[in-house]
Each structure stands twice: as structure tokens, then as C-alpha cells.
């Protein structure tokens, strides 16, 4: 128990003066999230103002005359002078946004209660062109229709015979939970990988590496002890990593502008410290199955460089359980709590929506809890080989 | 004392390393059944070629390596039955000087101190005593990744003997080292033969032989060629330089064995 401990502190300290862990298990995941959703909300935000700001320059070909004194000159510039031909190349060259022409006997057909054809060109590369002409056309014909209904001497509600109305009455805790519900997840269990891999190589093959694993298999210190100190150290790295994460979200919640305030309410509901212990409670073994498993595929290694190549294609196989819990139909059941990863991400969205099931619960931290041990002991037998040791 | 007893030890070969060596045989012998033994206050000195299984008897010895027969006896505690009290025993010492860099010197000493369950007040003193007599607390708060390979070398030493081992067992320390670096573990080799320590090192480096050892043995492809005192050493081949001698001794051995 000493020893491991001592193996530990020199293990923490010696990592946590490593300015790269610092910087990709600790400080990246923390600030990625809020810059990342800072970032998206601003531009997207920016984006969509733009777009509806911008007057669309359009030209109207043979246009009845009500329909011209309709169209709202804040939000179309009109051009004149322009035939088929010329409206085409100009929407090409993009100096012009669409062309619209009202068909040979349009009016004719309006008039005998039948439909009448409008030609549009645009360029579907320019987004919201074609709403924002759509909306033009639906505008002119509801007037149509309207007075068509009047000329048949109908009401407008016998050709609307039902209007259904949508209750949701899903709380705002289980709507979270389907969304942030997925994603989260995802998020720190990368993270947690991650966090586990860099101090995995240092600490081991780095070790072996730098020769100096020989003098430290010279001290009366069970090997054993000595890869406990090293794969808690490890362990804690990825930890952090995910709490970073985690952390880093609801920083990235808080001081987000344009957030519903109901949405921050329920999402102030979740975060409790059951939730925190709940997780943590998963976190925790995963953590070490991480860093046992990271362990034992990298002790092998005869360098740093050798072992990245070996651990680097492993993040892949632990994205691919994590995305599968965001893909919808896929439930927690007996079957899915018994996958790891999945397991915790699929849990991670129940328990934010406060569905939970204790059984599912128990079995899949039972779970996380025999991998750990597992990982461990199997790291523990390929430390114990000479060959894996030394150079 | 150190009593090795028909020490063998054979290497397992996978199918990558059977093409590299062009071999269909499943195992090689890095040390082939060598018998010696290794006085207090003497000093021996391990001699062989590269290859030869210096590396891997004094790996053996220091329970790196578990040997595959015969047994090694430290201080009459035999490697095989009780590893971790020969670890107790003795001080290791590699030429290759690696040490953690992102500590400092204070530290590394600390953590081998407290993975050999030193006493704290005992782990002071001796590490007072040896910081003092190689001149280390100048830059006892100095990351080893800042430090001179000379610096590094002091504190390998301090590192390997903050427990005063009764045995020290040096694998090739002065090799890559300057003149004045490897001074120090000439130095250090002395002490600890006044000590009344037993000390075993291997080289390839005559003139540090003849400076230094008692005692030494020869190994050439796993197997003892020569074991004896330095001083019939030097009078069986008296007329030739001891470097000669050396090269002789292999030669003459790997002839007949071929």
C-alpha cells in the first residue's frame, strides 16, 4: 500500500509538470466545449442575421399587375429590362438572385378557376433563395385562394375540416436528456480515453524507454505495487479529463447568451449531486479499465513513437460504442447495459432524463467495476514478463 | 558476497527474432552454466566482448531477470527464493545514466529512499552525506532534464546508493562518460571496496581494469573463459599489454568453441 502510494506521488508530480498532458487532458478538454459552442451559436447567429438582411435582387417577366405592387421593396430589389436569356447569365455571374416569369396563359387560367404556372431560376448554391421566393408565390396565391373560396361561396373551414392540436407534455429534464443526453457522453468518454493515453505512454513505455525501468525493478518493491502507483496516476489523468469536459459544458451553458431561461432551469435541476456521484460512480471504473487496458497494449512497446501507433487506432474503437448511443432506437436494456462504453453513455442519458432503472444501474457500474479489474490484471500480467519490460 | 552457481539463461525466440538470427532453434543461451564468486572489499570485474551476457548475469544478479538454472546467492540470500531481500542488499547501477527529467535531484533520491522503506531521519543523513561528498546540493533543486550528463551521473550514484548496499553491481557505469565524468565512478568504486562493500562491474575498458579490480572473469558468447586474480592475470600473459591479453583470451576461446 506504501509503496504504491509513494509510486503515485512521484508518478503525479512527475505528469502534472508535463506542460503537454496539462495542456491536452486538462486545458483542452475544459475550454474546447465553451469555445467550441461559443463559437458555433456566434456564427450561425451571424450568419442567419445576414442572410435575412440581404434584399434579394430579382427580375419579374409578363407579372400580373396586383402581383408587382405586392412585393416588398425592403426585401427585393426589383430589375428591369431583362429577358430570359440575360436573367439566366446574370444569375450565373451571381449578379442577380432569381428570375421569376409568369407562363403563357397564366391569367387566363387564374381567371378560369385553374392552375397557373410561374417559372423560377435560382441557384440552389445561394441559401434562402428559394424560401424566401417561395414564401413570395404563397403569399400572392393564399390572396387567390382566398377569393376563389368567396367566388364559390364556401368558408374558409369547410376546406380546412381539421386542425389538430399538439400537446407535449414530455418534462424538460427527459428533452434534455435525449439531446445533451447523447452528446454528453460521448464527449468526456473520448475525453477520458484520452486523458488515460498520453500518461499511459509516459509513464510506461517512457519509462522503459528511458531505461529507466531496469533501476526501478532493482528496489524491494512488488511489481505489482509499482503498476498500481502507475495505473492510478493514469487512471486520475482521464478522470480529470472527463470532469474537464463536463465542467467545461456547464461553463459553456452558463455564460452562453440566448439561452432559454426554462432550458437552464431544468438543466440546473439535473446537474445535482446525484448526478455528479452517479456518474462519477461510472467514470471512475471506466477510468481504470482505460488506463489497465492502455497499460497492458503499451507495455510492449520498445518506444514512445511505437506504442503512439499502437494506442492512437484504439480512440476508434472506443468512439464507435460511444456514437452508437446517439443513434436513435438504441435503448438501455439487459443486453446494451452488458456493452461497455455503450453501457455508460446510453446510462448517462437516462439518468440526465431521470428515467433510470436501479437494476440497469447496478449491473452496468457491476459491469465497468469487473472490466477494471480485469484490465488491471491482465496489465499486471504482460508488466511481470521479462521480455515486455526490458529493451 | 556474491556466489553465482551454474548460471543459466536462455531466451525464448519468437518467429521475427528466429529469421533476424537465421536460426530454427526455438531458445538461445545468453549465459551458458557460469559459476563464480564476488568478495567483500574486493573488487571483480565481469569482461566479455558485446554479447557476450555480461548485461544479462548482472541483470540476473540484480533480479531483473530470473535465471533459467542454477541460482545466484547475495549475502546468502538466493535470487530465485527471495528476490526482494536481495533487492535489499544491493545498490544498480546502469551506464546509461537515465533518470526521470521532470524531477530534480532531492526527489529522485526521496522516492528510491522511500521505495527501499527507508526511515526518514536515517534517509537524511545519508543523503546529506552523499550530496556533500559529490558536491550535488549545488543543484540539488535543478530538473535533471536542465542538468550535464556529469551532474546526472552524480545523482545516478546518490540514487543508487542512498540504502549503503553491502553490494554494488555496476553494468558498464563509465560507459559514454568523459574522462572526468567517468572519474567519479572510479572514485566511487574505490569507496565502496574500502567500505568493506563486494563490487562487481563489467567493462570493456582496460585501463579501468587494471586500475580498479581484484579480481575478474572473462565471458564470451554465454560462457566463462577465464576467471581468476588480476594479478596472475597479468603475470600468465606478462609481455602483452592487458588489452592484447583480453582480446587473446576471447579469441582463443571462440576458435576452440567454433
Known sequence: MNTIFTVFKKELLDTLRDRRTLLTAILLPALLLPFLMYGITKVTKTMVEKEKAKKLKIAILDSPDDFISRIDTAKFELISGMDLEKGRDQILSDSLDALMAFANGYTKAIANNQTGNVNVWYKSTNLSVRDKMTTLIEDYEEGILDQRIVDLGLSKSAIDPIEMRRYDIAPKKEQIGKMAGGFLPYLFIIFCFMGCMY?????????????????????????????????????????????????????????????????????????????VIMLFAMLIPLSIFFAGSLSAIVVGAKSFKEAQSIATPLSFIVIIPAALALTPGIELNWTTAMIPILNMALATKEIVAGTIQNGHYIVIVLSLIVLAILAVLISFRQFSKEGMVLK | MIQVENVSKQYKLNKKQKKELKTTASSINAVNGISFECQPGRVFSLLGPNGAGKTTTLRMMSTILTPTNGDIKICGQSVTQNPTEVRRKIGFLTGSTNLYDRLNPEEIVKY???????????????????????????????????????????????????????????????????????????????????????????????????????????????????????????????????????????????????
Open chain 1, 199 to 275: 500518461p499511459a505512454l509516459d509513464l510506461i513505455t517512457g519509462e522503459k524507454e528511458r531505461g529507466t525501468i531496469e533501476t526501478l525493478l532493482t528496489v524491494p518493491a512488488s511489481r505489482f505495487s509499482i503498476l498500481m502507483g502507475k495505473v492510478i496516476t493514469i487512471a486520475l489523468i482521464g478522470l480529470a479529463s472527463a470532469g474537464m469536459t463536463i465542467l467545461g459544458l456547464f461553463v459553456a451553458i452558463k455564460f452562453m447568451p440566448d439561452i432559454p431561461a426554462d432550458f437552464l432551469e431544468a438543466l440546473g435541476n439535473i446537474v445535482n449531486t446525484k448526478f
Open chain 2, 112 to 258: 528510491f529512499a522511500s521505495l527501499y522503506g527507508m526511515d526518514d531521519k536515517v534517509f537524511k543523513e545519508r543523503k546529506e552525506m552523499l550530496f556533500d561528498q559529490m558536491g550535488i546540493h549545488e543543484f540539488s533543486k535543478k530538473r535533471i532534464g536542465q542538468m550535464s550528463t556529469g551532474m546526472k551521473q552524480k545523482v545516478s550514484i546518490a540514487r543508487s546508493m542512498i540504502h549503503d548496499p553491502d553490494v554494488v553491481i555496476f553494468d558498464e557505469p563509465t560507459s559514454g562518460l568523459d574522462v572526468i565524468t567517468a572519474h567519479n565512478i572510479i572514485e566511487l568504486i574505490r569507496d565502496c571496496k574500502n567500505a568493506g562493500k563486494t563490487v562487481i562491474f563489467s567493462s570493456h575498458i582496460m585501463s579501468e581494469v587494471d586500475l580498479l579490480c581484484d579480481d575478474l572473469a572473462i565471458i564470451a558468447k554465454g560462457d566463462l573463459v577465464y576467471q581468476g586474480t588480476m594479478d596472475s592475470f597479468r603475470q600468465e600473459n606478462s609481455g602483452i599489454s592487458l588489452t592484447e591479453a583480453f582480446i587473446q583470451t576471447v579469441d582463443r576461446n571462440s576458435t576452440t568453441h567454433a
